[in-house]
């Protein structure tokens, strides 16, 4: 290691987390872009399952104990490891939740009844890990004010992060002219996507010179499938998942995307990542995006675009140290002010005491 690395400011992302997840990978990206020193304090959950990532994680956090960090940041999905972080590190831990366990499994995917044993683990899930942690991030304000409701916790210890995406990967590109224009939609099949609506669209313009393509699996796609064959869709084609490196090369080929249209409350109070990928594709010429108008995308629009994604300030702190900032939200904001490094705190400021 060289002395230009010893005097960076160094923060610990720590957790079962993937780093190659959209979310992981903008946060990780904009502290390097802003002077940090990443290091990573994880253990893959498919390899070690159970119990047994507990104790991996243990041996990991004694490979880094040395280090003095800015920052400790449980990444997502983090809500099971924040009390192992709160034990090992003892300073005040970052956490970023992104998501509630509880609506997502219970209200969004439906897969158990809040009443049932799992909803009811999901919801203390939610709410100790969230007590543990000196700062939650979440992605909307909206989504912010559904946990505080929801789980009665003091609002001044969050923070809205918007997804945002790596300008690295996805870059501005003019759609290829075409005769059969392209209306491009990738996902995991949540209802909190809403495909179905999607197909009904289809279904609505089969007569139209429109061509849907439907990227991705997961909890509805073969229902989603099944669906397309019995409305007889010749319009729309179904491409399985594929490498995240791929996702710009399809998205530069539509000249349509779309993102969300989930009928759950959910679907109001976040701006998913694909929305932030294609604004960062989408250049002042055709290509159009489609998001439904929710209370999670009020603050900022991009200029080719049929939605509104949030980017309000990461400036709130509990103690007067210096605030992390991040630029604030406007009509006029462009799609570049959701790059990584925009997203990140600079290395200038302090964590709180």
């Known amino acids: 290691m060289g002395k230009t690395d010893k005097k960076l400011p160094e ?3 720590f957790g079962i987390y993937d780093p190659l997840y959209s979310r992981n990978r903008v946060l990780i990206r904009g502290f390097l872009e802003n002077g940090y020193r990443v290091v990573q304090c994880r253990v893959d959950p498919r390899e070690h399952r159970g119990v047994s990532k507990f104790f991996f994680l243990i041996r990991e956090y004694f490979r880094i104990r040395k280090h003095s960090f800015e ?9 099971t490891v924040v009390w192992l972080a709160r034990l090992l590190f003892g300073r005040p831990i970052v956490f970023d939740a992104f998501v509630s366990l509880y609506d997502s499994n219970v209200f969004d995917r439906k897969l158990y009844g809040a009443a049932s044993l799992r909803g009811r683990l999901d919801w203390l899930r939610d709410y100790v890990s969230a007590r543990l942690a000196d700062i939650v991030l979440f992605d909307t304000e909206a989504h912010i004010e559904y946990f505080v409701r929801t789980f009665r916790l003091p609002r001044e210890k969050f923070l809205a992060v918007p997804v945002g995406t790596d300008e690295q990967v996805f870059r ?21 996507h809403g495909v179905s609506y999607i197909l009904e669209a289809a279904r609505l313009l089969a007569d139209e010179p429109l061509r849907f393509r439907i990227v991705g699996g997961g909890q509805e796609s073969r229902r989603m499938r099944e669906e397309a064959a019995k409305l007889g869709l010749a319009n729309v084609d179904f491409v399985d998942s594929v490498p995240f490196e791929q996702l710009p090369g399809l998205i530069a080929s539509a000249q349509i995307c779309l993102g969300i249209f989930g009928d759950t409350a959910k679907t ?23 998001q439904p108008y929710g209370r999670s995308s009020r603050r900022t629009r991009c200029r080719s675009c049929w939605c509104r994604a949030q980017t309000p300030p990461l400036s709130r702190r509990r103690s007067g140290r210096s605030p992390a900032t991040l630029p604030a939200g406007g009509s006029s904001a462009s799609p570049r002010e959701h790059s990584p490094r925009l997203i990140s705190p600079p290395a200038s400021s302090s964590p709180t005491s």
């Open 11 to 13: 923060v610990c992302f």
């Open 172 to 192: 501005p590109h003019v759609p290829p002219p075409a005769e059969e224009p392209v209306v491009h939609f990738h996902g995991t099949f949540i209802p909190l």
């Open 268 to 290: 109001g109070r976040v701006v998913p990542n694909k929305v932030f990928e294609c604004m960062m594709m989408a250049s002042r010429s055709s290509r159009r995006i489609l």
């Open 71 to 79: 920052f400790v940041i449980v990444a997502f999905p983090g809500h």
